[in-house]
């Protein structure tokens, strides 16, 4: 009873605010165009190789991507835009054996492989300096993609000709982390890579335009993906 009395007479304690501290630089700002594109080729060619198990390799290989890039800087250190992406790869391979043992060989040969994919992709960005500086930053990208393709599998000759179809379609949803440098006002250098997808797939495959196949993969990652790496120039408009 006497506490209750007592308690309107206290002081109220001043309430503190709490600041981290931290600084937001206008590292993109609002209105800027963001273009850019990035390129890839590789090829290979192997005369006689051997890998592992497998010996007498014979054939050539190459691969060829494209990826455009348009997003808009809606407001300081946010964008949203879309890339597209068109990749094209093919293998000829005129011989391989694969060795397990001394009483286990097999061959493979005059195998064909040629496979068109096109993608695009919406993506929103955000973006932050690397303390006060304007010139390095990261970026953090949440990425949808929606794509397909087909691909062509010949193998065989003569009589034992053989060949497989294939169409197929997937759709991703993923977190793609990146490191920028500005080079001048207008242009930079981007890195990322993806740490975090979910991912859906489906194809159908027919041989011979009689055996008909299909095939559906769903899966999810959650660490860091060396093989998506990608590096592009990006121009700030």
Known sequence: MVLALLLPALPAKAQVEFKRGLEQVSFVPKGQWITGVSVSFSQSNQDNYQFFIVEDISGDTYTFKV?????????????????????????????????????????????????????????????????????????????????????????????DLTGTYETNWDVNVGLAPGLIMFLNNYSAIEVNVGVLGFNYSHSTAKTDQIYEAQHSNKGANFKINLFSITFGVAFYL
Do not use: W
């Open 67 to 159: 990826s455009p890039m348009l997003m808009f800087c809606f407001k300081d250190n946010l964008a949203a835009g879309g890339k597209f992406a068109y990749s094209r790869t093919r293998t000829r391979l005129d011989q391989a054996r694969f060795v397990i043992d001394s009483e286990s060989d097999y061959s493979l040969e005059n195998l064909y492989q040629i496979s068109h994919n096109y993608s695009v992709m919406g993506c929103f960005r955000t973006y932050f300096s690397l303390g006060k500086s304007r010139r390095f930053g990261f970026f953090n990208e949440v990425q949808l993609q929606v794509g397909g393709g087909q691909s062509k599998i010949i193998s065989g000759t003569g009589d």
